[in-house]
Nanobody, 124 residues
Framework: QVQLVESGGGLVQAGGSLRLSCTFS??????YAWFRQAPGKEREFVAG????????DIGNSVKGRFTISRDNAKNTGYLQMNSLKFEDTAVYYC???????????????????WGQGTQVTVSS
């Protein structure tokens, strides 16, 4: 059974940092992406990366503050979030895609498997 499990969320003050993890089991973590969803809003693309880590796409709202990475030996992806803002408050999800061009579509419909999400709350 394929599973993606996010962890690392929590409560942080504005300007602080968090690192989220996405552990993939039941197969190899290939191309994947991070999305987020705030209450009452649509799920928003945050960042994506291909299986090798050589191709990366970062959403405009987090560019310069967030970094996506991966450790293939651990079958785990990471989202390092720095200079957090109140507007970053959301449930953060990792999701798997088959092709990097699916990540570049920046839409939730292009992903084929999702984790349960982890809550990130940034106090103002």
């Amino acid at each position: 059974q394929v599973q993606l499990v996010e962890s690392g969320g929590g409560l942080v003050q504005a300007g602080g940092s968090l690192r989220l993890s996405c552990t993939f089991s039941g197969g190899a973590l290939g191309t994947y992406a991070w999305f987020r969803q705030a209450p009452g809003k649509e799920r928003e693309f945050v960042a994506g990366m291909d299986w090798s880590g050589s191709n990366i796409d970062i959403g405009n709202s987090v560019k310069g503050r967030f970094t996506i990475s991966r450790d293939n030996a651990k079958n785990t992806g990471y989202l390092q979030m720095n200079s957090l803002k109140f507007e970053d408050t959301a449930v953060y999800y990792c999701a798997a895609a088959k092709y990097f061009h699916d990540v570049l579509r920046r839409t939730q419909d292009s992903m084929y498997y999702w984790g349960q999400g982890t809550q990130v709350t940034v106090s103002s």
